[in-house]
């Protein structure tokens, strides 16, 4: 499976952006999609993460009640709606997919995207 990851871009503190992540091909419906971000001279960290019904999602302390992980699965897609958005979110984003629940240990991740830039300006 080979993930593509898109929709990175500027925006200015409190705005909203939209990145998406697609799969090459139809087994990714059975996958747990998650993303990941990593900020320069940091670790890359977890971000969400959501079954492939979409009944259980899983979010890290720093962005919950900000962002959302949804997904498509007729389009192989899974999306992150980031909204009242902070610089301290400046990253690049990753997209990665794994069999099995949602986690947040990046090294269950056995699928990764190249990753899109999301500068936050203040």
């Known amino acids: 499976v080979q993930l593509q990851a898109s929709g990175g871009g500027l925006v200015q503190a409190g705005g909203s952006l939209r990145v998406s992540c697609a799969a090459s091909?139809?087994?990714?419906?059975?996958?747990?999609g998650g993303w990941f971000r990593q900020a320069p001279g940091k670790e890359r960290e977890f971000v969400a993460a959501?079954?492939?019904?979409?009944?259980?999602?899983l979010y890290a302390d720093s962005v919950r009640g900000r962002f959302t992980i949804s997904r498509d699965n007729a389009r192989n897609t899974v999306s992150l709606q980031m909204s009242s958005l902070k610089p301290e979110d400046t990253a690049v984003y990753y997209c990665?997919?794994?069999?099995?629940?949602?986690?947040?240990?990046?090294?269950?991740?056995?699928?990764w995207g190249r990753g899109t830039l999301v500068t936050v300006s203040s």
């Open positions: 091909r139809r087994p990714f419906g059975s996958y747990v």
């Open positions: 959501i079954t492939w019904s979409g009944d259980n999602t």
């Open positions: 990665a997919a794994r069999f099995g629940s949602v986690t947040a240990i990046r090294e269950a991740y056995n699928y």
